[in-house]
């Protein structure tokens, strides 16, 4: 079960210890249901091709990953998919009460750039208690796209990739 919410934000969060970076490729089979690939190359570390499959929700659903080979991957974007695949950084950066802000830019320098930042949770109640520990993160924060239709990156991919 994934449990997360969601927000879309402008740019790094100032101020907080930076845990990891990755660059990432994904590109979507199909969008509802959910079923994606991803490649997730962390910054001065590895490179992981992952296969997930999500099912409909807002704030909680099924997520099932798994890891494939490059071949497969490669064979999956070029042969399925069949259009670019968005390209993505992510970094993660540790807050204040100990959870994980994970911030995403999108597709930079493309017309359809954005940014926007996930918690997640252990369980849906921590989810719905969380509020930013600081004043700084709160206003970083203040726009909640969690569950609304439109934000999801299948949204998107269908949006821009034309599926």
């Known amino acids: 079960m994934e449990i997360e919410r969601k927000w879309m934000v402008e740019g790094w969060p100032a101020g907080l210890p930076l845990v990891e970076e990755y660059a990432m490729r994904q590109g979507y089979i199909s969008v509802r249901p959910t079923v994606r690939i991803r490649e997730e190359a962390r910054t001065g570390g590895?490179?992981?091709?992952?296969?997930c499959f999500k099912s409909a929700g807002g704030?909680?659903?099924e997520e099932i990953e798994r890891p494939i080979d490059k071949e497969l991957f490669d064979d999956l974007a070029g042969r399925i998919i069949t259009r670019p695949l968005i390209e993505k950084v992510r970094r993660t950066y540790l807050l204040p009460d100990g959870s994980h802000l994970e911030v995403n830019h999108v597709d930079a320098g493309q017309p359809g750039a954005f940014?926007?930042?996930?918690?997640?949770?252990p369980a849906i109640a921590d989810?719905?208690?969380?509020?930013?520990p600081t004043a700084a993160l709160a206003d970083y924060?203040?726009?909640?796209?969690?569950?609304?239709?439109?934000q999801s990156m299948g949204e998107y991919w269908e949006r821009t990739r034309g599926r």
Do not use: K, S
């Open 46 to 51: 590895e490179t992981a091709w992952v296969l």
């Open 59 to 61: 704030l909680a659903r």
């Open 115 to 121: 940014w926007y930042a996930e918690i997640e949770y």
């Open 127 to 132: 989810a719905e208690a969380w509020a930013p």
């Open 141 to 150: 924060l203040e726009n909640e796209v969690t569950g609304q239709p439109g």
